[in-house]
């Protein structure tokens, strides 16, 4: 899925299916499927195709604005924290909200008291094939089976409740049932498990589907609605009052964590990482009243 939207951003731009595969390196086809793929997924039409040209429709202009911030600040972010001559690195997989909306913003802390070993950050999810050694180490939200040759690394246990803009909040009446509720594709079940926890009913004015958990996020952010937030990630969100969550957060009895193979564990380098990562998940408690 989030292969697709580079794709899509270049078609965008290019306002050609020809040229955007021109840039891409890609063929036509290669191009035409992304797009078409894209667009059976999120379930809407994302461009219109003319003669010579491609228009976006309103669906497009509005995944073409988010696509563009993620992708330009993912771009900066990865080159920022690059290796630069020989210097050591660490490979580092991280799932790609929890890198977009906690790591990355604290990274720069990392780098400018430890500026070798660099960290080259990778975003991806689920389980991770060390055996290819692609990667040092990946933080995960820990709700797969896990392999019995790796060490854990415990981060933080993972709360999660309804947020939106506080004035989104105060335009439905302070009422979750007046609210347009905001569900992921990837995890479809959020809303379902909330509600059975806290013994709210499932009813919501309305309902929109997007397709990837950073997308959710970000249209709480714009005032499309109500999503169910981690508190990782948006634990920023809320103390700059971007966000509020009326009901504060409830247990989902799965936690945050660094999987790594125990001989890559052995390395100082990657205790000292390790360790600052604890320290930044440390203040990742919930503050008395928010549960």
Known sequence: MLSALPVFRAVAR??????????????HGAV????????????VTLCVRHARHVTLTPEGERLLSTTELMLDELSDAVEAIQPTGGASSLRVSCEPTLAM????PRLGEWQGYH????????????????????????????????PRDVMVVPLCPEWAGPVCAPDYWQSVGQRLDQACWLHSQ??????????????QPEVAGQHQSLAHFYFVLQAALDRLGVAIGSWPLVIDDLQAGRLCAPFGFAPTQVDYGVILPEAVYQR????????????????????????
């Open 268 to 291: 100082d380098e990657v205790q000292s990482f390790l360790a600052q990562l604890q320290r930044w998940a440390s203040v990742l408690a919930l503050p008395r009243g928010e549960r």
């Open 14 to 27: 290019q306002g050609n299916f020809t040229r955007a595969a021109s840039v891409l390196h890609l063929t």
């Open 32 to 43: 035409s499927r992304a797009i078409a793929q894209l667009e059976a997924r999120l379930g």
């Open 186 to 199: 990837t995890r479809p079940s959020a809303w379902a498990d909330w509600c059975q926890g806290e013994g």
């Open 115 to 146: 500026p070798h070993p660099a960290v080259v950050l990778h975003t991806a999810g689920g389980p991770v094939d060390f055996a290819s050694r692609q990667y040092d180490m990946a933080i995960r939200r820990l709700d797969f089976p896990l």
């Open 101 to 104: 909306r906690w790591l990355m």
